[in-house]
């Protein structure tokens, strides 16, 4: 038996990955991404300007390269498979503004700063579209629920509405499944797949006999 004070021998503590700090700047990429990818300009010559050394380097404190490279990767995939899937959107709706940030007078005596991600305008009704993206680990049955009846949905459609004085079609939440970070692992089918032993073929589902694999080459 130890005394309660005494340390035990032979272990070394190591540096908890910055994991809050490192999901943050995730979702700044990728808001950024899809912002100047609706505006139609050069997202990933964006994306790029964004990573640069200075920035890479006060990232790097805590967090591997490798694993940092691949939060990129998962940005970057995650932006073309928005626009591969949802980029129809923009058929119906004019882009009005991005991130815009405003002071919203909830009474005489209390002011909410808001920034929304995106207003969008119907092309054929002209009604006014919040737009808003957010990252998921995995699907949930019970997201849309969530979101119908949360504060932020009735709050941001009043503001908008009393901010331009005009009716607000609704909000559109664009959710986007990105995996879990888990363990040092970023588990998601967008960077990390199973191959079968097997047969030694590879999917974004995991089956019996089957292990986890980079797919960061594809």
């Known amino acids: 038996d130890f005394p309660a004070a005494e340390q035990v021998g032979g272990l070394v503590p190591c540096e908890e990955l910055d994991k809050t700090h490192l999901a943050?700047?995730?979702?700044?990429?990728?808001h950024g991404c899809l912002e100047q990818l609706i505006k139609?300009?050069?997202?990933?010559?964006?994306?790029?300007?964004?990573?640069?050394?200075?920035?890479?380097?006060?990232?790097?404190?805590?967090?591997?390269?490798?694993?940092?490279?691949?939060?990129?990767?998962?940005?970057?995939?995650?932006?073309?498979?928005?626009?591969?899937?949802?980029?129809?959107?923009?058929?119906?709706?004019?882009?009005?503004?991005?991130?815009?940030?405003?002071?919203?007078q909830m009474s005489p005596f209390?002011?909410?700063?808001?920034?929304?991600?995106?207003?969008?305008?119907?092309?054929?009704?002209?009604?006014?579209?919040?737009?808003?993206?957010?990252?998921?680990?995995?699907?949930?049955?019970?997201?849309?629920d969530r979101l119908r009846n949360s504060d932020q949905t009735h709050l941001y459609i009043q503001a908008l509405s009393e901010r331009s004085g005009e009716r607000i079609e609704g909000i559109q939440y664009e959710g986007i499944v990105i995996g879990k970070f888990e363990d040092g692992i970023q588990k998601s089918p967008i960077v990390r797949a199973y191959q079968n032993a097997r047969t030694g073929a590879t999917s974004a589902k995991w089956t019996s006999g089957s292990t986890m694999v980079s797919s960061k080459e594809w």
């Open 110 to 144: 209390v002011a909410q700063t808001l920034r929304l991600d995106q207003v969008w305008r119907n092309k054929e009704s002209g009604q006014l579209l919040i737009v808003d993206f957010k990252s998921l680990g995995r699907p949930d049955a019970n997201w849309i």
């Open 24 to 30: 943050k700047q995730r979702g700044i990429w990728l």
């Open 40 to 104: 139609g300009n050069d997202w990933e010559a964006w994306l790029q300007a964004q990573v640069n050394p200075q920035q890479v380097a006060a990232l790097l404190t805590n967090t591997p390269n490798e694993m940092l490279q691949e939060q990129i990767l998962l940005v970057r995939r995650a932006t073309i498979g928005w626009k591969h899937q949802r980029g129809h959107l923009l058929d119906r709706y004019t882009p009005v503004s991005a991130e815009e940030e405003w002071s919203w």
